[in-house]
C-alpha cells in the first residue's frame, strides 16, 4: 500500500557530501514519522535521523554537525543532507516511515514502512 524509494548513495572521499532522498508514494493519508537507519556490516541497524510525530527531529551523536535531514510535505518526501562525511558512515541507508494508509472508504491502517535501501561508501 505504500512504498518508499530512496536514491542518492554512491562512494564519496572522506570529508565529502552526500544527499538522499526518500519519497513515499500509495495509499497514504498521514506520514506519522519518517527517517532514515543504517546497517553497516556486522552491525545492528540503527537510527541515523529522523522526524518525529510532532515534528521534532532527532538525530544519533555520531551525525549530529555534519548530516541534516529535511523533508518536503507536499512529496511526502525526506532528505537527509551528509556533509563531512567518514568512512565510519559507511552502510546501507535505509529510509523508513510510520504511514496511516487509505484502507477502504473510511478506514485507515497504520503500518511500518522500509525502502530497499542504499548504499553509502566513504573512502578514507
Known amino acids: 500500500q505504500v512504498q518508499l524509494v530512496e536514491s542518492g548513495g554512491g562512494l564519496v572521499q572522506a570529508g565529502g557530501s552526500l544527499r538522499l532522498s526518500c519519497a513515499a508514494s500509495?495509499?497514504?493519508?498521514?506520514?506519522?514519522?519518517m527517517g532514515w537507519y543504517r546497517q553497516a556490516p556486522g552491525k545492528q541497524r540503527e537510527l541515523v535521523a529522523g522526524?518525529?510525530?510532532?515534528?521534532?527531529?532527532n538525530y544519533a551523536d555520531s551525525v549530529k554537525g555534519r548530516f541534516t535531514i529535511s523533508r518536503d510535505n507536499a512529496k511526502s518526501t525526506v532528505y537527509l543532507q551528509m556533509n563531512s562525511l567518514k568512512p565510519e558512515d559507511t552502510a546501507v541507508y535505509y529510509c523508513?516511515?510510520?504511514?496511516?494508509?487509505?484502507?477502504?472508504?473510511?478506514?485507515?491502517?497504520?503500518?511500518?514502512?522500509w525502502g530497499q535501501g542504499t548504499q553509502v561508501t566513504v573512502s578514507s
Open positions: 523508513n516511515a510510520d504511514v496511516d494508509s487509505i484502507d477502504g472508504y473510511f478506514a485507515t491502517t497504520r503500518g511500518d514502512y
Open positions: 522526524f518525529t510525530g510532532g515534528g521534532s527531529t
Open positions: 500509495g495509499r497514504i493519508f498521514r506520514i506519522n514519522a
